[in-house]
DNA sequence: TAAAAAAATTTAGTTAAGTCAAAAAATGTT
DNA sequence: AACATTTTTTGACTTAACTAAATTTTTTTA
């Protein structure tokens, strides 16, 4: 642990002052009206939407709150590459030791947080019980997953879809007679470390 | 405008130092490791972790740098109901005056960032060129459809998929002989006040 | 198992920036 | 042009963000 590269250069705190404005005035609310709303002084709003100030976490919620989104909206967003992925052409994973095969669908943008992967279920398969932050969602393309939710269970078939919190612990396994396919999607950060094993198409 | 409710109900803030504990601890990192890292002391670190201080926004973004996350993971978010669709019950919508049609495979889970569609869209149909914030990925199903990206122009077809930001101006069209189907999973923020239907790129 | 080392927590501060109220300036309305 | 409304600026207060160091706890070592 030693030269610890420090993570930033103590840059600006990445909120964007414009979208608060923005949406502010999309809401059609003036400056006092909002603040009084937020419960701070029209002065201090005036700077944060200028960015000539930074407002605590706490003021943040309250005006997150008053404007009726979530934090997440304010926070400035770098730049982008975008990614294409062709279905003739994504190469399969599995992790390890397991018969579930998976495809990436998404790509690793800056500060996104979009996961999304095409799972490929073999008949029997079962996987265990997990529950990690952020939100998922299921949408059943093949096939028959009885999926666990905290204390339910839902049998989901081709077109049915499950959209839940990732805290709950979960768990999902093909009880078809077929191989089963969902795309699934989660707001989870990419921790993924697992080790990945790269399958041929077959 | 009157009457207005101060959103401040001097609460904590919305930060979970659970999770930046949680996540120190799966990287391996002491707490002066990651301190380091982050450019800030290792005591006030300790405090964050056990909800006993709170960064400021800077602080903050060093601290999920050093540990390759978006701020996004440390905001605390509130429980949330699940939501199935099934595949045969949804109701379709379309966009007043549009022959595009679409299905809601989401819901609206509090403190959630997640929006997904079926989107159906007829041969010919072509969209407007539209922007907003948030990241979106398509999975196409049926059909062809040209996406385009910026400067960028794709032909994507069944088991493509593109993943990209929202804020890059965009439109699609259906270019082939048969109704295309995709699904559209977007991480926007569900802004109060707007109609919802917005969310399908119109 | 005791001692040493490492890690985490607590404590007693400093200080700067979060935030204010009021004045000034800019903008909108009639 | 006069007035009202909205926004910005200004000069402060104060408190919490954040520190270094001491203390405690936990882990490692022999």
Same mark, same amino acid.
């Given at each position: ?59 943040? !919620?309250? @005006?997150?709150?008053?404007?009726? /989104? #979530?934090?997440?909206?304010?926070? !400035? ?20 030791? #397991? ?17 999304? @992967?095409?799972?490929?279920?073999? /008949? ?12 998922? @969602? ?19 078939? !081709?077109?049915?879809?499950? *959209? ?5 612990? *979960?768990?999902? !396994? ?29």
């Amino acid at each position: 642990m030693n030269d610890p590269k420090p993570a930033q250069d103590l840059e600006k705190p990445p909120l964007s002052g414009q979208r608060i404005r923005d949406l502010r005035r999309r809401a059609g609310l003036t400056l006092q009206a909002l603040s009084d709303q937020a419960g701070i002084s029209v002065g201090f709003l005036s700077q944060v939407e200028r960015d000539k100030g930074t407002p605590s976490l706490g003021t943040l !919620a309250q @005006l997150a709150s008053a404007l009726g /989104v #979530s934090i997440e909206y304010f926070i !400035a967003t770098p730049k982008a590459n975008d990614s294409i992925t062709r279905g003739q052409e994504r190469e399969r994973f599995a992790i390890a030791d #397991s018969s579930l095969q998976y495809e990436r669908l998404s790509t690793d943008l800056p500060g996104g947080t979009l996961t999304s @992967l095409m799972i490929h279920i073999p /008949v029997g398969y079962s996987s265990e019980l997990t529950s990690h932050a952020g939100e998922e @969602l299921i949408v059943m393309l093949d096939g028959t997953v009885r999926q666990t939710l905290g204390d339910s269970t839902f049998i989901l078939n !081709a077109g049915d879809t499950l *959209h839940f919190m990732g805290d709950t612990p *979960h768990s999902f !396994a093909n009880i078809g007679d077929v191989p089963a396919r969902m795309v699934w999607t989660g707001t989870s950060p990419r921790l993924i470390g697992q080790k990945r094993t790269r399958l041929s198409r077959d």
